[in-house]
């Protein structure tokens, strides 16, 4: 990884642990099966990750996707979240199912 990269911990979802969360009312069946093909895909939105931080890097999403295939055990998202003008400096949302596989991005991502 580039000497530009830095690590943000994305730590509202300890900080929510303790809280009660409001119960929704029953969707209809249509809404739910939209429900279903959204949770399906592998994206950043937050209600599914518990475990996140903000990487910026002058990388190439394509080298942070292959390190994730080959050393993540749990399922993970990521997306671009903004980038310089000149379309170098990056910033990627990388959300976790598992915070073993986080602490191992962060740990080790860098020293490749």
């Known amino acids: 990884m580039s000497e530009g990269s ?3 911990d994305n730590r509202d979802a300890e900080r929510r642990e303790g809280d009660e969360r409001r ?3 029953a969707a209809p069946q ?3 099966r939209a429900d279903a093909r959204a949770e399906r895909r592998q994206s950043t939105d937050r209600r599914g990750w518990p475990f996140g931080l903000i990487l910026r890097t002058t990388e190439s999403y394509r080298i942070i996707e292959e390190w994730l295939d080959e050393n993540c055990t749990g399922e993970w998202g990521f997306g671009l979240e903004d980038m310089d003008e000149n379309l170098a400096q990056k910033s990627y949302k990388i ?3 598992l ?3 986080k602490n191992k991005f962060v740990e080790n991502f860098s020293r490749r």
Do not use: L, N
């Open 30 to 32: 249509q809404d739910r």
């Open 23 to 25: 119960t929704e009312e």
């Open 95 to 97: 959300m976790f199912a």
């Open 6 to 8: 830095i690590f943000d």
């Open 99 to 101: 915070e073993v596989d």
